[in-house]
């Protein structure tokens, strides 16, 4: 059974950093497309950054520059680091995966974290 946990989050000032990791259980991250998102009170979620099935990276344009996504195949982790976060940035932060070809859309992914909140102050 495939299970995804989340850590490393928190609360920060405007301009500082935090690192987020997905531990995974059940499967390797290796070749499968493998993703970070996010929830914030009132919004829908919305795209941060994957890693395609081919290993292609995309970020969303609001933290191209600020985030970096990574994985490391023999921790079986996924990494968010987030730096010069903004106020903006606060939401719940979640990784998912799919086991399938290809990267489908955020509602098809088969398997989600619990998530993990991120809080930026002004």
């Known amino acids: 059974q495939v299970r995804l946990v989340e850590s490393g989050g928190g609360s920060v000032q405007a301009g500082g950093s935090l690192r987020l990791s997905c531990a995974a259980a059940?499967?390797?991250?290796?070749?499968?497309?493998i993703a970070w998102f996010r929830q914030a009170p009132g919004k829908e979620r919305e795209g941060v950054a994957r890693i395609d099935s081919d290993g292609y990276i995309r970020y969303a344009d609001s933290v191209k520059g600020r985030f970096t996504i990574s994985k490391d195949n023999a921790k079986n982790t996924l990494y968010l680091q987030m730096n010069r976060l903004k106020p903006e940035d606060t939401a719940m932060y979640y990784c998912a995966a799919d086991l399938g070809v290809g990267c489908p859309p955020a509602a098809e992914f088969g398997y989600w974290g619990q998530g993990t909140q991120v809080t930026v102050s002004s």
């Open positions: 059940g499967y390797t991250y290796s070749s499968y497309c």
